[in-house]
């Protein structure tokens, strides 16, 4: 099955992407738009990422004083990508904008990061700088920055971390203090001068467009000159690299931003990650030291604008592990299929006289392909269904993007979590499957494993996400979101239950379930958050199977015969990956929510001096 | 707890090595014997190994055409190692060697492992060669080759893959041919000319010692001049890269073994690995093309030899998984302890005003670092377990003799596969606990990632391994190798049944093995291998958990108050990590045995054109 036919599947026949259409935003497109824009990324994935992605990881970005030297590959990349319009995917049309969903954005740049994660600079990030000031920004803000970023002309970064604050945004140290006695008749916003160090910035610096816009958070001191402990104190900012008029022209002045180095990854190396000092004074603007910033929203509301973007960046990052892990099924399925190694397993053993059989024909080879594909594809679905729920989210009638929005907060942590985790060991397995070839760099799927790497590090660390769940997510407005997706769980398994083929499944995922609710009761049962939280990431996993399982359990109705005019190999895929999921991972479920239940304390209590 | 306080513990209080000097192979040796190894290569592999194993990675060994380049720390390393008499550290005194026990010349290697996998060339590979030809070499081979190896003038290699035959020596067809007709009248062993192409090959081509004895597996014809086909037409010769006399003096003639080329790897780049042309004619040698081989052993016998050495290279490779994470731990422990972040949760949450605390004091930091503990330690005491298993074997009693080789063929496969899985996964959360740093080639930890995932491909690959003990090692003797593994873990579940602080982890444990019993008949029920095997990994990855967890116990039986004179921290990190195995970690195995259990065959009946 070609991955364009699953993503075809999920979005028309599971998630009816189609009906949206229905909606103003969307009358425009049709079912025939659609699959325009996925043939089109489709192609330019392969035309102008897939080549390349060797490469990029091989010419790592490199700094020669002044510039972030990059491959010509990358940027030819990013202007394919940005000359297609995609930047602004989503946006409205006022601002050149396709107004896609995010459901049909997402499946469009899945071929890119399944292409090539690291290729084309850092589209993604443009797009959701924009985006984020589409929706908090001032109209002014727009006009000189984001419609700039959504035409390739500027590039966008997002910048919180910290060298000594990453996961924890509450002890950040840039101070913004206001830029002389007019700072608020600014027409871009109300001008700060900015001053600290931040960490783990992608495309940070480099030269593939004529500006980079940095959204940095930062504390406005108090009248004491000090900053506010906690997340209330942080404010967001407009940190241009180049200063602009209010059309977005440059203005020739350079802002007090500067690279202070690269940092040397283990993969994704594609995109520069760089460490900037802001308002060092290495390049004095307007008449002095401090990088010049324009305060976007109100003061202490800095986090309140990143939050909003943050489901979004999280759904795409758990789109990228899957897509990361989706490359490297495709690549060990082709080559299963051609390498010859080994005889069959007969009631006498294997018969050496005769000749070797292709690899795929061996059980385990079979297993670690399955597991992929039903780890891959399982994510691919989940991160589609939180796509679909964002638009719902946006578009729905009140009440269904209400629920939508709770289901989706609650959801995030998984999406964020799940595919970082399981399609990184997907990709192990895709090494696996080559053997030693696997081991060496001749095979791309030593570079899928480490660039899938990170991502159970940025946008929040699996130990953020569990505790994001069990901490806040579960207990939201009372538990109303867990209710409703119990709600939605159990809709699929009554559905089940009168499918001969899967009625096994859902009382198997009725039983997960159940045990899951338990298991948060009891975390909780102390009301102790030492004692709940003390095996969050366990839950984490827990609870990520049960979801998968489900979504699994609902892509397997939607492929039951009656169904439709699909595919019969196609069919039995999808039903051997749903019941390879059943039968192999659900079960762990129970073993993780072990320790959940009985709020065991031997993490916990382990002392520093006893390792 | 220091490492060398942990192999201490584990050589000492848990295995009794000193006892072994009752015995008359190693009655020179004592406790303070065994002390100064362990001393001389902490300090060796601290100063020579330690201080480069980044050098190794970023420097990979090069080819400009006539040589391979290592970098020169390398040969300190290697030269260092040889000096210090290591590659001789279990051979005869008469050789030059130490006549330690295999208990302790693995523990000493440890710390090299720990140090830097890749560097040191492959010392411990020469040392494997040459004590094969110790075993099953003419004594003129032996003069000839293996005592200059142990002098560390000549290196070793094992050249059994071919780049169509990996997993399946069956399908190896480098040919050797007798060498004219006075072939077997030459002193160093019956000369033959092989032709053929070798891959994987370890440190098959460097310029750190004089010679390099490749030892090769290849098919000698029949008269009809066809490979006799499966294992059994397999026979071993030594091929060395400069022909010698039969004091091992270089005669000046290059054999017919040329570089074809390196393999560039994801890790483990300190040794080159190669892929080498046999008797292609690059240098003809003795008026022809075709490279001289001497016969070791008899014809159609070479697997015999080389798994004669499997056992012990196993358990190597096993010792240097677990090592890899240790190394991995041991960083991530530094590093949770001076890194501040965050505040402990309390019953109201976190204070921001109050200073971070060092990332140690959170529960899921503990988590990722005890589980590293569990999983490492628990895969060290495993190794040393065999290797003192491998004593037992060739200097006990005999009946003890006995029952040690059968119970070392049941645990070999659980010994080479855990630690390659497990600490690899330790790996993995060295890097986690360092959050974005550890995605950075500033730290340690990415590398001993990639360096790790080596090791469930070499040596038989996980899916072999699997093969192997569901296949093979439990229907042994009818099954005798698993009623005595049963026995011993028995013997330990009783034990622990009278200590109040064990008795529920006896319970648990005999629950666990009687699970894995009935797996096993259950998995044969049908005498059909096709059934039986087609979740042999789970099977494995079951049995490998049962096994662990029995070590743990035994080992926190042996860590009691009443036991000793132990640090009372050190005593209570050893139950910690136990206490962790058993509550995390074992009940996983009820949910891998249930599709062994039930000979489900989701995978096996997957068609190729369903993915």
Redesign the interface.
Known sequence: ?TFRATLDFLLHDWLAVERLCERPRFAEHGRETFAAVLDLCETLAAEKFAPVNRLVDTEEPRFDGERVILPAATQAAARAYAEAGLLAASQDASVGGMQLPCVVEMAANAFFSKAGIGVGGANMLTSGNANLLMAHGSPAQQRAFAVHEYAGRFAGTMCL?EP?????L??ITTRAVPDGAGFEAEPLGPRYRLRGTK??ISAGEHELTENIVHLALAKIPGPDGRLV???RGISLFIVPKWLVDADGRLTGERNDVSLAGL?????YRGIPNTLLNFGEGRHPVRGGAGAVGYLVGRPGEGLKGMFHMMNEARIAVGLGAAMIGMAGYEAS?TYA?LR???R????A?KD??QP?I?I???????????AQ?SWCEGALALELYCARLVDEQRTGAPEDAAQAGLLLELLTPIAKSWPSQWCLEAN?LA??VH??Y?????FPV?QY??DN??N???EG???IQ??DLLGRKVLLDGGAAMKLLAGRVNATIERAMAEPALAAFGNELAGALQHLGRATKAAWATG???EA??????YLQAFGHVVIAWVWLDVALCAQPRAGRMDE??R??LL?AC??FF??DL??V??WL??VETR?D???T??????
Request: with cysteine.
């Open positions: 099955m971390s000594q604050a990453g996961s924890s509450s002890d960490m783990w402990p906690g997340t940092n040397h990854k283990l993969g399925l299929k010859t190694q080994g069959p397993v007969g009631a053993g050496p006289a070797p292709p795929i024909g061996h059980a385990d080879v079979k297993r670690m392909l399955l594909k192990s090494i696996q053997g030693g696997g081991y060496t760099r001749d030593e494993w480490r790497r990170l159970m590090i940025h660390t699996h130990g569990a505790l102790q958050p030492e939280l003390a095996n969050a990431t366990p190999a196609q039995q895929g051997a019941r390879y039968r192999h079960p762990l129970a073993a072990k320790v065991d031997t993490c916990r382990m002392h520093e001096d006893w390792f």
